[in-house]
């Protein structure tokens, strides 16, 4: 079974930086695409960004579009979720979740395209 887990959460002041970082044990994620979700207090979990593992086709909410970037690292087997301009509302839980091999990208931003999450990481933007 695919376990996730992410790093790189923390507390950054508005306008910082961060990077999460989603890796997974015994199992390649070249065989998936792999999506960062967020949650924050009494909210919907909402799709932030995905990346196919077919193309390497990359989507982003309208929110983070620009601020963003999703990227794999295949010598490392590590997807990141580099995070530029953080802002209050950025405050969430980030999960890592895998999606489909060969993920067409339809409702990438949907919850229930992933089958596999990780624990989550808080991320925190406060000043």
């Known amino acids: 079974q695919l376990q996730l887990v992410e790093s790189g959460g923390g507390l950054v002041q508005p306008g910082g930086s961060l990077r999460l970082s989603c890796t997974a044990s015994?199992?390649?994620?070249?065989?998936?695409?792999i999506a960062w979700f967020r949650q924050a207090p009494g909210k919907d979990r909402e799709g932030v960004s995905c990346?196919?593992?077919?193309?390497?086709?990359?989507y982003y909410a309208d929110s983070v579009k620009g601020r963003f970037t999703i990227s794999r690292d295949n010598a490392k087997d590590t997807v990141h979720l580099q995070m530029n301009n953080l802002n209050l509302e950025d405050t969430a839980v980030y999960y890592c979740?895998?999606?489909?091999?060969?993920?067409?990208?339809?409702?990438?931003?949907?919850?229930?395209?992933?089958?596999?999450w990780g624990q989550g990481t808080q991320i925190t933007v406060s000043s």
């Open positions: 979740a895998a999606g489909p091999n060969n993920f067409s990208g339809k409702g990438w931003w949907s919850p229930y395209t992933c089958a596999s």
């Open positions: 015994g199992i390649s994620l070249d065989n998936y695409a």
């Open positions: 990346i196919t593992n077919r193309n390497g086709q990359t």
